[in-house]
Every structure is written in structure tokens, then in C-alpha cells.
């Protein structure tokens, strides 16, 4: 909201100038925390105006809130999921903010359900939501086998198992004529970024033609890659890619993406083909190009060979200065199962599974939005946990405020179903 102040001028003419609500709103003042600031945890005092953080007091100060030395942490971030139910989009957003995330970025949604869920996203009481739509694959590839898994359980609309979401959930392309005749369609339905499918592209031709194999084994024609690369960055959106194997990652990073949606699957037979390129690293840390994580495919009976490869490529992304972000990719879950994960594989420290969660995340899924910090002029958004998560990194769902923009939050109840029912 906005004031007009205005001014008798000599020509008898009056001129209105605006005046922001921070200027004539009292500041709120929270005392008694213990402050991230990236690093550690400081004790000090800060004070949130117009929505906005201010490190030191300002004249009017309204409400003082003590935080009973409570440790202040930015708000989580979900760097890799599929919201595809707009019905149920109110109980993914209680779900979020439950678990202090407020941040998600969405690798593959159908245009509809993102029109749907618009309007219950973004804003001081809900979660900040961007989405790739329909994402590029080949033929018969992935995400194919679970467009048709979900649209047979009735997730999905049920026309969708016959024509495999094509058009709607994703477009199969075998050429740049293929990728010209999808784009008008995509652009269409206003992505925030875009959809590549790469699966083990060093062996497209092969699997391609290997009737035996199912879409789970199959992506689109690695030498497409950068004629969508291209088409996406002319219309100012980035481009996610889909990897499964190195040679994937480094297929992507040659292409120009700007995200890379996965951390390598490692195969327990092959483990070797799954270590990044050292080069190819530090290539992608030179243009900023985020990785998520997404290794739930760990739980159970990960060997030592695998896990062995999983912590090489984490610490050779350390050295590079990749820019690390937590995504989970577990439909109907949050990225509270992935940082869980980490934690209990010993796979960051505490202070850079927080770096990762609170900080980098947040900042790579908005770039432009000044997140991630308690810091003055950054967004007045932050969680409050009764304990220390770099002692302890299971603090971190301990949480007992929630505040964004400003505005304090206290989610409602409704829950997710699990798919068992």
C-alpha cells in the first residue's frame, strides 16, 4: 500500500509523491536469537520492516517478539519435485511449510495443473512455485513409463495412458523440426524453465532400438540438446537437464544448461561410469549451473562401491565450488526426506547440508529475489528452531515460527495422502 504526500507548488498545482509502507509502518523487532549468517550462529537483534530485513533500529518500532534464544535459519528450499494434483495443491502447501520450505521449483508439470494451482501460490501465506512444463524426451522414453504409471492409478487423467502425456506432460522429438512444432505449444502455457530428458546418451542409438528395453532406459538424441538450449535462452528461460551417468552430465554442460536436475544414478555393476569429469565440474561452476541432489535411489542396499562414488563426485564438486542444491524427486514427499538421507550417510557436514538447504537453494531457484541471508535489505523470511542444527542437524524440523516477507505463518493440518491410499 502506498501514501500520497503532497505539496502546495507556487503555481498553486499539487504534486503527489509516494511513500513506501516501510517509511510510515512501525518496524517489527526480534530480540533474543541466535542469527545464521551463513557461517555461524550470532546473537543479536534484528528488526523487519515492509517486508523487508533492517539491521539496525528504526525510529518507529512497533511490535518487539522475543525469540527465547531460538536458532534463526533462513527458509528451506525444494529444488527437485513434481507437484501434478491441483486438487490437493492446499495440502502441498500446508506440507511445505510444515517442514519450512518455501521455496519450490516444480521439473515437470502439466501446463493445466499449473494454471489451476496459480492462484494459491506465491505471496506471504503460501510457498514461491516455479515449474518446467512439458519436458523433452525421445521416443519412448522417459518420464514416459511414469506418465503411464500415474495416469493408471488416476493421478493422471486416464486418456493420458494412451497417448503418453504426449503434447500434454512432454513432447517426443526426433529432430529440430520436432522441437520447432512443440515450441509454439510450450511457450503457450508460460514456463518458468525448461525440460531436457538425457538417459545414459552415450548409448542413445542403441537403446533407441532396443525394443527389450523399457522409457525408463531411453531420453531424446543427445545433438538435440542445443538447439533446445538455444530456443530457451532466446525466450530468456533456463534449461534443466534430466542426467543419469557422467557422460549425460557432461553432454548437458557442452549444451549450455543452466541446471542439472540430478546427481548421477549409480549403477552398483558400473560404478565407474558415474564419476564426474573433473573438467565438466568446474565448467559448470564457472557458469553458475546448479546440481541437485536427489539420491533417495540410496536408501536400502547402496553398496560401498556406489556410496564411494557418490561421496568422489560431492567432493570433487566441493573443490570446483558447485553450487549444490537439495531436490528430493519423491512424489508426495518434501525435501526433508533427501536432507534426512544426507545427514544419516554422512554425506555433508551439518553446516553444509544448512548451506545447501537455507541458503543456496532458495537463491538458486529465484536468482534474481534477494533470499538465503538475514541480512539487511533481504527478504524478511525465516524459521525459528528450538535448536542448534549444526550441533545437531535433526534440529532443523524443529521449528516454532515461520515468518515470510514478514508475516508470520502457522500452517494448517492438511496432509498429503500416501499413495498406498
Not at 263 to 287: N, T
Request: proline share 6%.
Amino acid at each position: 500500500m502506498w501514501m500520497r504526500r503532497c505539496a502546495l507548488l507556487a503555481l498553486g498545482l499539487a504534486a503527489c509523491q509516494t511513500l513506501p509502507t516501510r517509511e510510515r509502518e512501525p518496524a517489527t523487532e526480534y530480540r533474543g536469537g541466535q542469527w545464521f549468517d551463513g557461517e555461524r550462529f550470532l546473537a543479536k537483534t534484528m528488526w523487519v520492516a515492509g517486508g523487508s530485513f533492517v539491521d539496525s533500529r528504526p525510529a518507529r518500532v512497533g511490535a518487539v517478539v522475543d525469540l527465547h534464544n531460538g536458532f534463526v535459519v533462513p527458509p528451506y528450499g525444494e529444488g527437485h519435485n513434481h507437484w501434478l494434483e491441483p486438487t490437493l495443491v492446499d495440502a502441498y502447501v500446508q506440507t511445505y511449510l510444515r517442514d519450512g520450505i518455501f521455496y519450490v521449483k516444480d521439473h515437470g508439470t502439466a501446463p493445466a495443473f499449473h494454471d489451476e494451482m496459480r492462484p494459491l501460490l506465491g505471496g506471504p501465506a503460501s510457498v514461491d512455485f516455479i515449474s518446467a512444463h512439458q519436458g523433452f524426451t525421445g521416443p519412448k522414453g522417459h518420464p514416459i513409463e511414469i506418465v503411464d504409471a500415474l495416469a493408471g492409478m488416476g493421478i493422471l487423467p486416464a486418456a493420458w495412458a494412451k497417448t503418453h502425456g504426449e503434447g500434454d506432460a512432454l513432447f517426443v522429438v526426433t529432430s529440430e523440426q520436432d522441437i520447432a512444432r512443440a515450441w509454439p505449444r510450450l511457450m503457450a502455457g508460460k514456463p518458468d524453465f525448461v525440460k531436457v530428458f538425457l538417459v545414459h546418451s552415450d548409448e542413445y542409438a542403441l537403446r533407441r532400438d532396443n525394443l527389450a528395453l523399457t522409457p525408463k532406459n531411453r531420453g531424446m538424441d543427445p545433438a538435440l540438446v542445443p538447439a533446445v538450449v538455444a530456443r530457451a535462452h532466446a525466450a530468456h528461460l533456463r534449461v534443466s537437464a534430466h542426467i543419469e551417468n557422467a557422460h549425460d552430465f557432461h553432454v548437458a554442460i557442452a549444451a549450455g544448461v543452466d541446471d542439472i536436475a540430478h546427481m548421477p544414478f549409480v549403477d552398483k555393476d558400473h560404478p565407474d561410469g558415474y564419476r564426474i569429469d573433473e573438467a565438466d565440474l568446474r565448467a559448470a561452476a564457472v557458469r553458475g549451473v546448479s546440481i541437485a541432489t536427489t539420491l533417495d535411489w540410496m536408501q536400502g542396499d547402496a553398496t560401498e562401491e556406489q556410496l564411494a562414488v557418490v561421496r568422489d563426485n560431492l567432493t570433487h564438486m566441493r573443490a570446483a565450488g558447485n553450487t549444490i542444491v537439495i531436490g528430493t524427486d519423491q512424489f508426495r514427499k518434501t525435501a526433508r526426506v533427501e536432507v534426512d538421507l544426507i545427514a544419516s550417510r554422512h554425506l555433508m557436514s551439518n553446516l553444509e547440508l544448512l548451506q545447501a538447504w537455507s541458503v543456496r537453494t532458495p537463491q538458486a531457484i529465484f536468482p534474481r529475489r534477494k533470499l538465503g541471508r538475514l541480512a539487511n535489505g533481504f527478504e524478511a523470511s525465516f524459521l525459528v528452531l528450538t535448536g542448534d542444527p549444526l550441533a545437531d542437524f535433526a534440529r532443523s524440523r524443529d521449528i516454532v515460527m515461520r515468518v515470510k516477507q514478514g508475516h508470520s505463518i502457522i500452517p494448517r493440518e492438511t496432509k498429503l495422502p500416501s499413495l498406498g491410499g
